[in-house]
């Protein structure tokens, strides 16, 4: 991997900053996104501070870690929000496109942005990040399914679109990942369940096949496998990274 040109939104933090950390560990040149500001200065990669639900930021990320790159040859599309937690009749119009213009929208502009680039590259590769809850239904948490949904629709579409370009595009899946997302997110459903956390937490590790939660790192781990030679022949791919989970509610 060493040399390897790879850009990652939102890469400040979370599965992120893991994939960031991996490629660079493995000799690889990386830019990364965030809209968090301190996240970006923090980083020790090269970075843009940029907002993925607006198109203009969109746009000038990938202007500036094309031009500092020379190009690329892995885009990893990990960018995105929680999304309200909520019963559709209290989710407003704009919770929903604030949603989907991070998690969907963000990935097909960045990867349209990119397409000229990974042309030239030899090892052209797109790694779109999207969930288990691209996989079931997910109750309270419709924004955010609609949106991981259309990631894979998105990933299968563009892998037949730009295969006779050697350039591979794959999904990956993850379940619940270690962090201060997933524990608010549990939190949120808690609340709305009217049981405590800690409950609501067993209650659904009891739905995951290895009752854990999953490292950013093995997300990480799969995206380098995607990246390399040794993931050549594999595209067009939905790869669940989950520990196993059985349904989501």
């Known amino acids: 991997m060493k040399g390897v040109r790879v850009i990652i939104t939102g890469g400040g933090s979370g599965i992120g900053a893991a994939i960031a950390d991996a490629f660079s560990a493995c000799g690889g040149a990386v830019h990364i996104s965030d809209i968090d500001e301190q996240a970006v200065a ?3 990669h090269a970075g843009s501070v940029a907002d993925m639900g607006r ?3 969109v746009g000038r990320f990938m202007g500036e870690a094309l031009s500092r790159l020379g190009g690329v040859d892995v885009l ?5 929000i929680a999304g309200p937690v909520a019963g559709i009749e209290a989710i407003t119009p704009a919770d ?3 949603v989907l213009s991070v998690n969907l929208s963000s990935q097909f502009h960045c990867t349209r942005l990119a397409v000229a680039a990974l042309r030239e590259s030899t090892r052209g590769c797109v790694i779109n ?26 990933t299968r579409s563009l892998a037949i679109e730009l295969g006779p370009d050697q350039i591979r595009v794959n999904a990956i ?5 270690e962090g201060a997302r997933v524990r608010t997110i549990l939190a949120a459903k808690a609340s709305q369940a009217g049981i405590d956390v ?3 937490t067993a209650r659904a590790m009891a739905k995951v096949s290895l009752r ?4 950013p790192q093995d997300i990480a781990n799969m995206a380098l496998y995607l990246a390399s030679p040794f993931g050549a022949c594999i595209t067009g791919q939905a790869i669940s990274v989950d520990a196993g989970i059985e349904s989501m509610s």
Do not use: C, H
Request: no cysteine.
């Open 42 to 44: 923090a980083s020790q």
């Open 96 to 98: 929903l496109d604030a």
């Open 55 to 57: 198109l203009q930021d």
């Open 212 to 215: 854990r939660m999953v490292p």
């Open 76 to 80: 990893v599309n990990n960018a995105g």
């Open 129 to 154: 990040i999207s969930s288990a809850a691209g996989k079931f239904g997910f109750s309270l948490r419709t924004p955010y399914a609609a949106s991981k949904w259309g990631v894979v629709g998105l």
């Open 173 to 177: 899946l993850p379940g619940a990942v």
């Open 198 to 200: 800690a409950e609501y």
